[in-house]
């Protein structure tokens, strides 16, 4: 983003409103208010990448190896990732103050 | 000058997408527009028209496809009326927020209820403000040619908006004509191929169709508005070129044995001919009246209304929609604040005339001017007149 | 400007004969409208269907309040219809009928210029079909003159392709049979 919305004039608005530069979302980081977050046991993973898919929020990230971690930026710490785990390797770890 | 043909107004309009060389045209049928698309898609499957001919399951679909064959960089065409544009509705605001040039004919006709299939301007006096450039043709010569200028107008760098033709429905859409065609190098050097502002490409992903913030929204708005205006300036310059290739001028504000006239009767479409008659034997009995037709809806010419007012006393507007509740027709109640400001203003006088397809002889005319013309010597009895209406 | 008014039923094609006309009369470089009384029809219920022809652009859109001639396709449409009600003094009626001038004039009333033709027995020997819409208006040029019988080879071309010869040839046999009376105030 350039500039804060509020100071676009009429005149600078793109036309038709389109944007041109994609995932612009990525500048919102919605991470920070997170109450927990997600700690994958490798040894224990297989693999099979249910986490990425059920992440509401895209934060899971495949790493190296085929393994899974997250992106702290914009998880939310909702849990999901953990509670449909098939072989149960993700736990919740509370944040620290 | 070209050879006039005998044709069906719907098939003439169907011929002119097909000189303008239409690339993607979606479409559902609906009377009485149904003959121009059905004869489209038959010049698209014999091969007469290279275009996708996109068949869908309804009018809210058909716009939607047309958004998206528009974003993909295709000059897009596509047809409706009453109810079909009624479920547009919707959609009919997107297209012109996101600035796809779409070309669209509205064969106008009553909404229900009751149902009605027959000839009047409600359906598009309902999406008046869906920020679409709007024009009313009188004939088939008419529907013709401005089919063509549409794509022109629309599709210019400075325009970028989706465009309306309005012709009236039955009485002109069904009607077997005299018109002149434009052969297809004519119209080519007239138009050229659409190069498009924007085409959707996987490999330079972009987001259409966001959210306007709160911050933002009134900002949008405003451009929207100020290029719909200053669409006037460029429909101006397409109508010239029009006129000086083919001999046949139009102009936002038709004038008819205006010269001298103290009363005007303001007219829209294919009625606006048979007031021209009308004109004719009341000024042969010596009224001092002329006509008005109101061909440019959107953006609306306000200037060249003013302008065309000039010394009149009284203006006697006719529409073919009631707002039913409110000040009468639409065109009546944007004609008043138009002329609102004008010093001093003409009385302005409202007829709704030709609703559902009702027959509406020169003889109308007359009756409206002589009751106008009394009305208008003393404190009118209504804020507006249902004319012919029984009871 | 010479205003005809078509009655016939739905599905007899008398929409078709005023299209055809006014394309006829367009090649000769006159402006006409044809044009059908718009509506839900139904097959076999009365319809109307109009026609002008002038020699100025038309500016009129409206129905035919006062014909100057009615053609009607079928005679159990005179009882429902009265097609001469609002015809012009001076008005034509051009009727398919197998009866003689003096027999249609007593059964029907008729005052006007009357032109008649048993057009179902060309149709039935000609076209094979009883669609009588193509050679009624070989009665219909006889009576008016409108336009000539030449100029509706390539109009009907145009429309009934590998049909048109039998439809020109059947409209042409109408104009040939075709007997004309004039009125008898």
Same mark, same amino acid.
């Given at each position: @983003?350039?500039?804060?919305?509020?100071?676009?004039?009429?005149?600078e608005?793109e036309?038709?409103?389109?944007?041109?530069?994609?995932?612009?979302?990525?500048?919102?980081?919605?991470?920070?208010?997170k109450?927990?977050?997600?700690?994958?046991?490798?040894?224990?993973c297989?693999?099979?990448?249910?986490?990425?898919?059920?992440?509401?929020?895209?934060?899971?990230i495949?790493?190296?190896?085929?393994?899974f971690?997250?992106?702290?930026?914009?998880?939310?710490?909702?849990?999901?990732?953990?509670?449909?785990?098939?072989?149960?390797?993700?736990? @919740?770890?509370?944040?620290e103050? | 000058?070209?050879?006039?043909?005998?044709?069906?107004?719907?098939?003439?309009?169907?011929?002119?997408?097909?000189?303008?060389?239409?690339e993607?045209?979606?479409a559902?049928?609906?009377?009485?527009?149904?003959?121009?698309?059905e004869?489209?898609?038959?010049?698209?499957?014999?091969?007469?028209?290279?275009?996708e001919?996109?068949?869908?399951?309804?009018e809210?679909?058909?716009?939607?496809?047309?958004?998206?064959?528009?974003?993909?960089?295709a000059?897009?065409?596509?047809?409706?009326?009453?109810?079909?544009?009624?479920?547009?509705?919707?959609?009919?605001?997107?297209?012109?927020?996101?600035?796809?040039?779409?070309?669209?004919?509205?064969?106008?006709?009553?909404?229900?209820?009751?149902?009605s299939?027959?000839?009047?301007?409600?359906?598009?006096?309902?999406?008046?403000?869906?920020?679409?450039?709007?024009?009313?043709?009188?004939?088939?010569?008419?529907?013709?040619?401005?089919?063509?200028?549409?794509?022109?107008?629309?599709e210019?760098?400075?325009?970028?908006?989706?465009?309306?033709?309005n012709?009236?429905?039955?009485?002109?859409?069904?009607?077997?004509?005299?018109?002149?065609?434009?052969d297809?190098?004519?119209?080519d050097?007239?138009?050229?191929?659409?190069?498009?502002?924007?085409?959707?490409?996987?490999?330079?992903?972009?987001?259409?169709g966001?959210?306007?913030?709160?911050?933002?929204?009134?900002?949008f708005?405003?451009?929207?508005?100020?290029?719909?205006?200053?669409?006037?300036?460029q429909?101006?310059?397409?109508?010239?070129?029009?006129?000086?290739?083919?001999?046949?001028?139009?102009?936002?504000?038709e004038?008819?044995?205006t010269?001298?006239?103290?009363i005007?009767?303001?007219?829209?479409?294919?009625?606006?001919?048979?007031?021209?008659i009308?004109v004719?034997?009341?000024?042969?009995?010596?009224?001092?009246?002329?006509?008005?037709?109101?061909?440019?809806?959107?953006?609306?010419p306000?200037a060249?209304?003013?302008?065309?007012?000039?010394?009149?006393?009284?203006?006697?507007?006719?529409?073919?929609?009631?707002?039913?509740?409110?000040?009468?027709?639409?065109?009546?109640?944007?004609?008043?604040s138009?002329?609102?400001?004008?010093v001093?203003?003409p009385?302005?006088?409202?007829?709704?005339?030709?609703?559902?397809?009702?027959?509406?002889?020169?003889?109308?005319?007359?009756?409206?001017?002589?009751?106008?013309?009394?009305?208008?010597?003393?404190?009118?009895?209504e804020?507006?007149?249902?004319?012919?209406?029984?009871? | 400007?010479?205003?005809?008014?078509?009655?016939g039923?739905?599905?007899q094609?008398?929409?078709?004969?005023?299209?055809?006309?006014?394309?006829?009369?367009?090649?000769?470089?006159?402006f006409?409208?044809?044009?059908?009384?718009?509506?839900?029809?139904?097959?076999?219920a009365?319809?109307?269907?109009f026609?002008?022809?002038?020699?100025?652009?038309?500016?009129?859109?409206?129905?035919?309040?006062?014909p100057?001639?009615?053609?009607?396709?079928d005679?159990?449409?005179?009882?429902?219809?009265k097609?001469?009600?609002?015809?012009?003094?001076?008005?034509?009626?051009?009727?398919?009928?197998n009866?003689?001038?003096?027999?249609?004039?007593?059964?029907y009333?008729?005052k006007?210029?009357?032109?008649l033709?048993?057009?179902?027995?060309?149709?039935r020997e000609?076209?094979?079909?009883?669609?009588?819409?193509?050679?009624?208006?070989g009665?219909?040029?006889?009576a008016?003159?409108?336009?000539?019988?030449?100029?509706?080879?390539?109009?009907?071309?145009?429309r009934?392709?590998a049909?048109?010869?039998?439809?020109?040839?059947a409209?042409?046999?109408?104009?040939?049979?075709?007997?004309?009376?004039e009125?008898?105030?």
């Amino acid at each position: @983003m350039t500039k804060p919305l509020e100071d676009f004039t009429w005149q600078e608005i793109e036309l038709g409103g389109i944007l041109r530069e994609p995932g612009s979302a990525r500048d919102y980081k919605v991470g920070d208010w997170k109450s927990q977050h997600p700690v994958w046991t490798k040894s224990h993973c297989i693999r099979c990448g249910v986490c990425w898919t059920v992440c509401p929020e895209g934060a899971i990230i495949e790493e190296e190896g085929g393994y899974f971690d997250v992106n702290l930026d914009y998880c939310k710490g909702c849990g999901i990732c953990a509670r449909e785990c098939v072989i149960g390797c993700i736990s @919740m770890v509370t944040e620290e103050e | 000058m070209a050879k006039r043909v005998g044709i069906e107004v719907s098939l003439a309009v169907s011929h002119a997408v097909q000189l303008a060389r239409a690339e993607a045209i979606a479409a559902y049928p609906i009377t009485p527009q149904t003959h121009i698309v059905e004869h489209l898609s038959s010049l698209v499957a014999n091969g007469d028209l290279e275009a996708e001919f996109i068949n869908v399951e309804s009018e809210h679909s058909a716009i939607s496809a047309c958004i998206g064959t528009s974003a993909a960089g295709a000059r897009t065409y596509t047809a409706t009326s009453s109810q079909g544009l009624a479920l547009m509705h919707e959609i009919l605001f997107i297209a012109s927020a996101m600035r796809f040039p779409i070309v669209m004919t509205v064969a106008n006709r009553a909404l229900s209820g009751p149902l009605s299939i027959w000839n009047d301007h409600s359906d598009i006096m309902a999406a008046r403000d869906i920020g679409w450039i709007q024009v009313f043709v009188q004939n088939g010569q008419e529907a013709f040619d401005h089919s063509i200028m549409a794509f022109k107008i629309a599709e210019h760098r400075r325009v970028l908006l989706p465009m309306i033709v309005n012709l009236d429905g039955f009485i002109l859409s069904h009607v077997v004509e005299a018109l002149e065609f434009a052969d297809q190098d004519t119209v080519d050097r007239f138009l050229p191929p659409y190069s498009p502002w924007h085409q959707l490409d996987p490999k330079k992903p972009v987001t259409m169709g966001a959210f306007g913030m709160p911050e933002v929204f009134a900002e949008f708005k405003m451009k929207h508005q100020v290029t719909l205006m200053n669409s006037y300036d460029q429909i101006m310059k397409v109508w010239q070129e029009w006129g000086q290739l083919t001999g046949r001028a139009y102009h936002p504000v038709e004038h008819y044995k205006t010269d001298g006239a103290k009363i005007l009767l303001l007219t829209m479409g294919c009625l606006s001919e048979v007031a021209e008659i009308a004109v004719d034997e009341l000024r042969a009995a010596g009224q001092p009246v002329g006509l008005l037709k109101l061909r440019l809806w959107r953006p609306f010419p306000f200037a060249a209304l003013r302008e065309a007012v000039y010394g009149a006393e009284l203006v006697i507007v006719c529409d073919r929609a009631l707002s039913v509740g409110g000040a009468g027709g639409p065109v009546l109640s944007e004609v008043r604040s138009v002329l609102y400001p004008v010093v001093p203003h003409p009385k302005v006088l409202g007829y709704v005339i030709g609703l559902g397809g009702r027959d509406v002889p020169p003889e109308a005319f007359k009756e409206i001017f002589f009751q106008a013309q009394a009305e208008a010597e003393q404190e009118p009895s209504e804020e507006f007149y249902m004319y012919g209406v029984r009871g | 400007m010479l205003e005809i008014r078509f009655h016939g039923r739905g599905g007899q094609g008398a929409v078709t004969s005023v299209e055809l006309l006014a394309l006829a009369a367009i090649e000769e470089g006159k402006f006409a409208q044809g044009f059908p009384s718009f509506g839900p029809e139904r097959r076999g219920a009365p319809v109307l269907a109009f026609l002008r022809i002038d020699d100025h652009h038309i500016r009129l859109r409206c129905k035919i309040a006062q014909p100057d001639v009615v053609t009607i396709l079928d005679p159990s449409l005179i009882r429902i219809q009265k097609p001469t009600a609002d015809l012009k003094t001076n008005g034509i009626v051009i009727l398919n009928t197998n009866k003689s001038l003096a027999e249609a004039r007593q059964e029907y009333g008729f005052k006007h210029t009357l032109a008649l033709v048993d057009a179902n027995h060309i149709a039935r020997e000609v076209l094979g079909v009883l669609i009588v819409n193509t050679t009624m208006l070989g009665a219909l040029i006889r009576a008016t003159g409108v336009v000539k019988v030449d100029s509706l080879e390539h109009p009907l071309r145009e429309r009934f392709g590998a049909m048109a010869a039998k439809n020109f040839a059947a409209l042409k046999a109408a104009y040939e049979k075709t007997v004309v009376e004039e009125a008898r105030p």
